[in-house]
C-alpha cells in the first residue's frame, strides 16, 4: 500500500520552487521557466527507510499568493510545506519566516522546511537569518541547478509526514 501526502511548495516569486520540485522529480534542472500561474502538481513516490512508498504530491504555488495563501482552497489539506527563498536575494527569508509562521498557525503540527536555495550562487552569512528570526540550524541549504540537498529535503519532510501520521 503507497501512502501519500500533500506538500506546499512556498515562497516568492523566482526563488526556485519549480526548479526544486523538478530537480526533484524529474532529477534535471533547466536554467529557464516561466512562471507558474496558480499551483503546479508534480508527483514523485519515494521509499522510506522502513520500506514503505510515500507518494509526494507537490503543490509549487505561485509566489504572487503571499500570505493570502492561507485563505485559498489550494493550501487546504496540506501535510506539510517546503517555503523557498533564495540565497541571492537575502529579503526573501523573511518573507519565508513569515510564510512558516502562518503554515504554522493554519496547520499546528505539520513538517515545515525552510529552504535556502541558490547556494551555488550565493551564501547568506549568519545575519540574514538573524534578521529574519531564524537560527542557522533552522534553515535548509539546497542548490536546485547541482541537487545538492535537494532529495534529502523532499526524503525528510516525508519522514516526518509519516512519523507524525499526517
Do not use: Q
Not at 40 to 62: A, N, P, Q, V, Y
Not at 88 to 100: E, I, N, V
Not at 117 to 128: G, Q, T, V
Amino acid at each position: 500500500m503507497t501512502l501519500s501526502a500533500k506538500v506546499m511548495l512556498l515562497g516568492e516569486i523566482g526563488v526556485g520552487k519549480s526548479s526544486l520540485a523538478r530537480r526533484f522529480v524529474f532529477d534535471r534542472f533547466e536554467g529557464e521557466y516561466k512562471s507558474t500561474i496558480g499551483v503546479d502538481i508534480l508527483s514523485h513516490e519515494i521509499t522510506l527507510d522502513d520500506g514503505r512508498s510515500l507518494k509526494l504530491m507537490l503543490w509549487d504555488t505561485d509566489g504572487d499568493f503571499g500570505a493570502r495563501i492561507f485563505e485559498t482552497v489550494y493550501i487546504k489539506g496540506a501535510s506539510g510545506a517546503l517555503i523557498v527563498s533564495d540565497a541571492t536575494r537575502p529579503a526573501t527569508l523573511a518573507k519565508a519566516a513569515r510564510l512558516a509562521s502562518g503554515f504554522a498557525d493554519a496547520f499546528p503540527g505539520r513538517p515545515t522546511r525552510v529552504i535556502v536555495n541558490k547556494i551555488d550562487l550565493a551564501d547568506m552569512d549568519a545575519s540574514a537569518f538573524s534578521g529574519a528570526g531564524l537560527a542557522p540550524a533552522d534553515v535548509v541549504r539546497t542548490s536546485a541547478r547541482t541537487g545538492e540537498g535537494v532529495g534529502e529535503t523532499f526524503r525528510s519532510i516525508g519522514a516526518d509526514i509519516v512519523r507524525r501520521g499526517l
